[in-house]
Each structure stands twice: as C-alpha cells, then as structure tokens.
C-alpha cells in the first residue's frame, strides 16, 4: 500500500497587506494573525479520494482508542491509522503488543456483558492516566456501549465514535429493523410477530400466518445465536420458554434449509460502503454448545453467484438507506440467509454494531483493495470534510479481487458441561498445522498477515491460565488461509485437525469444594 501527501506550493506567495492589531489580536512581524489563545490553523483542506484518505489516517494526530474486552473486533486497523490504540481488559498479547494497552489490575470477576467490561475499563485509574497522558481531543469506538459507557467516555475527555446509544439499541431490536426492512422491500423469511406465553400460543401465532409447526423463534435482542431458537414440539418450546414468555413480542418464522450469508456496510455521508460477502459457520458441536450458535466465517471471492452477489449487496444498500433515514451513521452488519432449496435471499438481522465477522471484512483482500471499510466509519466522526465515489468504490468491491484469496476464522467455545480450572492454555501467535495433525507454536505475530500458507494459523488467546472452564467460555479466535467448510456445509478435514490440535493445548484441574464459582467469562469476540 502506498500513502500519498499534495505536494507543498513552492511559488513565492504574493505579499498581503498585514491587518491593523485589534483587541484580542496580535499582528506578528510576519503578517501572521495570532488570536488569544494561540495561532489560528487554517481549516483543512478537503479530503479528496482514497488516496488522500489513506494519507490522512497514516498522518492522524487524534488519539483514537478501541475500547473492548479483547482487540479482536478490529485487529490489524492500527497498522492502517497513527496513534491508535486498543484498551483491553483481558490480555490476549501478555504485553507483546505495542499498541495495545492492559491494566495490571484485573481482580474483577463479576463481568455480564461486554459493556459491563468497557464501563469498568473507563472507571480504571490505570487506563484514565494512559488517556490523559496521549492529551487531549481523544475520540473512542466500541463495539457495545449504553448510555452510562457514553456518559463515563465523555468524562474521561473522549469523543464516542458513534450514534447515540439510545440509536443504537431501537435499530438493534430484531423487530424494529424486520418492520423497517418490509418498508424498504427488503423481505425476511415468511414470519409473524407477537406475543406467545405458551406452546399453544406459538402454535395459534404462526398457524395464523400459514408458517406450519418447524419454526425458528428470535427475540427482539441477543448476539451471536442467543436470542435464536428452533422449535418443533413441545420439548423444544421448554427449553427456551423461560427466554421468550416474558417478551413484549418475538418474531416466529418458517425454518427453511439455509446457509447464512454475511456483509457489513458503514453508512456515510456520501452513501453506504459496502464490504464483501461471507459465509457464516453455524452450531458446529466441535465449537459451540449452543444449536443456533455463530463460530466463524469463510470469505471468499464466490460466496455467492454473480447475480445473487449483486442482489445482497443490494439488499444492505437499501438496509444502509433505511439507517441514514433514522439518523445513524457508521458500521453495520447484516446477516442474509441463502434458502438451499428456493434459491430466495432473505433478510437474517441487522447489527448496527461492529461484529464477529469485522475482522474478515477489514482485513481481507476484497477491503484491502483500498482500505479496510471501518475507516469509512471513522471518517464520520473526524471532523474532516472529504468527497469520495462510494458508487465507484462499491463497483470495485463488487468485482473483487483475489481469486485464489480464501480465508476463514473459527471462535472457539468450551463445549463440555464440566466446571475446571484452567492451568495452561496456547498462548497468542502464528501456530502450524503438520501433516500427521499435529499443531505446534510456529512465532510470534500481532494478526494473520504473516501466514504464508494454510499450513499456519493466527490464533489469539481468549481464555488464560486461572480462568474458568465451564460451557459456553470462549477460548479464543482462529484465522487462517483457505476454506473451513466443504461444499455441503460439513467441517473440512483441514478444519477438524485445527479444532483439535488447538484444543490439545489447553489444560485444566477440577475445583475443590471450596472453590466460588463466579463467572468471569463474556461475549468477548
């Protein structure tokens, strides 16, 4: 990649008369204006086009910090940006990672969510002093915040990078955005909202809409699969009720036999940018214990075929429209389903968020044609005018580039139900896969850039040594070059060798009677 600044004008400049000095003003010996305060900057000129962007983020004096359990979420950006810095709770990297930042006190162990992790970081001494030591002017992104997370940035000195929360929360509703998208013509699967308290209710709700009895149920709110329930029977329906009898409304739809199919965009002023499209890895047992769960993704070139690839991109245009229309600006992430038999896209959900799938969208060959795309979201929030072709940047993306760039990324999650405590687990870095299966710690490395071949994976540390080990606990994140999921939606063998090796590593002890169980784990990819 290549940074490109305008050349300075060399012409001798044409003498200008010097203002008389007024109050307030000096008039130096040079003819320069200095007004209380200090010497006024000359507003900047505009951006124009990528190449001047690129430019601007490699010359950025603006603290600009990722705020998040773990730096996953945007590995890599700071290789794009000066002066960016991600603040951490949990260390992946045990300080081998210049810019990322990790109090040394971390005793708390009553986490529930990801923003409970980002409100204690911006109560932490430790990490308000590593703020105000890079000045003032900062300015923060997150990937879950609420009105308190906004409230304790602004008291830290910092500019929060998106929307309101209050924004964020109402178009994050599963059904408010499902009602929004009918409105846009974007279609979901066949589907009924309202209310169910029982079995029975359920039924008579989706009978009313000819949905039959093979249903999947979602309430308004919940990431990565846990607000998703499939239901056939009663069994099924007691399993879940505890999650959805109390909800003001879900939405019940037919189950089709899908693939699900993801892109994000960041609506900007100029229109929605828009990134490449990837399959999602969904309820592998090997990875999650959750039927409905996310594990990873595969991105490649041919997710789908030309024409279908036109239409989704379509479908998040008219979804990034939607969005500008109810006041937001930045990342989102839509979540598409491919129906195998009736060939039919449908609208999945919209996060008006950051996602588990950002890293394969920003740092993938289709984002790095140009930039990864959440730089399209920081633009937003630079104070900056710039003008750029999004019809022409969207056109290019769309082509893409790479034919033989396939990479896939798995987040590994504790399947088994026994409660321990970890005593060793691998550490962050390049590892390699041999040909008998054997998985080995090859170097160390800050992300997947590096990986020469699909012989080496990226793996970052979630879980470490002292944590639990119960169901549900992330372990940590694994990307690496080539596909993860064969033709028919089955693990590849090459996939199963990576799961297991990885596993291989970790090591735990059973807790003695006296042991509290306190959850420490969250959500943290």
Not at 426 to 438: E, I, K, N, S, Y
Request: aromatic share 8%; charged share 25%; proline share 6%.
């Amino acid at each position: 990649m290549s940074f490109h600044r305008r050349r300075a004008d060399r012409s001798a400049p044409a003498r200008a008369a010097v203002p008389a000095a007024g109050p307030g003003v000096d008039v130096t010996a040079a003819g320069v204006i200095v007004h209380a305060g200090g010497p006024e900057r000359e507003p900047r000129r505009p951006l124009n086009g990528i190449s001047d962007v690129r430019a601007f983020f490699h010359t950025n004096a603006v603290p600009l910090y990722f705020i998040s359990p773990t730096p996953f979420n945007l590995l890599g950006i700071d290789r794009w940006i000066r002066n960016f810095f991600y603040l951490t709770y949990f260390d992946s990297f045990e300080g081998a990672h210049s810019r990322v930042f990790v109090p040394r006190r971390r005793d708390r162990i009553d986490f529930g969510s990801m923003g409970d992790v980002c409100n204690h970081l911006l109560c932490d001494p430790e990490t308000l002093e590593f703020i105000a030591r890079r000045g003032p002017g900062g300015k923060a992104c997150f990937v879950m915040l609420d009105e308190q997370t906004q409230a304790l940035a602004h008291n830290a000195g910092l500019d929060v990078m998106h929307p309101p929360a209050e924004l964020r929360h109402r178009l994050g509703s599963k059904i408010v955005m499902t009602r929004l998208a009918d409105e846009a013509g974007v279609p979901s699967v066949p589907h009924v909202t309202g209310r169910a308290g029982s079995y029975d209710e359920l039924l008579a709700l989706a009978q009313s809409a000819g949905l039959g009895d093979d249903l999947v149920v979602e309430a308004a709110y919940g990431d990565a699969g846990d607000a998703t329930f499939f239901v056939r029977g009663q069994r099924d329906w007691d399993h879940c009720a505890a999650e959805l009898v109390g909800q003001q409304e879900v939405k019940v739809m037919k189950r089709i036999r899908n693939v699900e199919v993801c892109l994000e965009g960041t609506v900007t002023r100029h229109g929605t940018v828009i990134g490449p499209a990837m399959t999602s890895l969904v309820g592998y047992p090997e990875l999650t214990p959750r039927k409905g769960g996310w594990c990873g993704n595969d991105i490649w070139r041919e997710v789908l075929p030309p024409v279908q690839t036109h239409a989704a991109r379509e479908m998040v245009r008219k979804l990034g429209d939607v969005l500008s229309r109810e006041g937001y600006r930045g990342y989102f992430e839509v979540d598409l389903l491919h129906d195998l038999d009736s060939d039919e896209l449908y609208l999945g959900e919209v996060n008006p968020r950051l996602s588990g799938a950002s890293p394969m969208t920003n740092l993938t060959t289709e984002a790095y044609a140009d930039m990864p795309l959440f730089l399209f979201h920081l633009l937003e929030y630079m104070d900056v005018e710039y003008e750029l072709n999004i019809d022409e940047i969207n056109s290019r993306w769309e082509r893409g580039y790479g034919e033989d760039e396939v990479w896939g990324q798995l987040i590994i999650t504790e399947t088994s139900p026994d409660v321990e405590l970890f005593t060793a687990t691998p550490r962050t870095g390049v590892w390699r896969l041999d040909d008998d299966g054997r998985v080995c710690f090859a170097r160390q490395g800050n992300d997947w850039a590096t990986l020469l071949d699909e012989s080496e994976a990226f793996y970052m540390r979630v879980a470490a040594p002292g944590d639990l080990r119960c169901e549900g606990a992330q372990l940590g994140v694994l990307v690496t070059r080539g596909h993860l999921q064969t033709d028919d939606y089955q693990l590849t063998e090459r996939c199963r060798r990576w799961v297991k090796g990885i596993k291989a590593q970790f090591a735990s002890t059973p807790l003695t009677p006296a042991t509290p169980i306190v959850p420490r784990l969250v959500a943290r990819a």
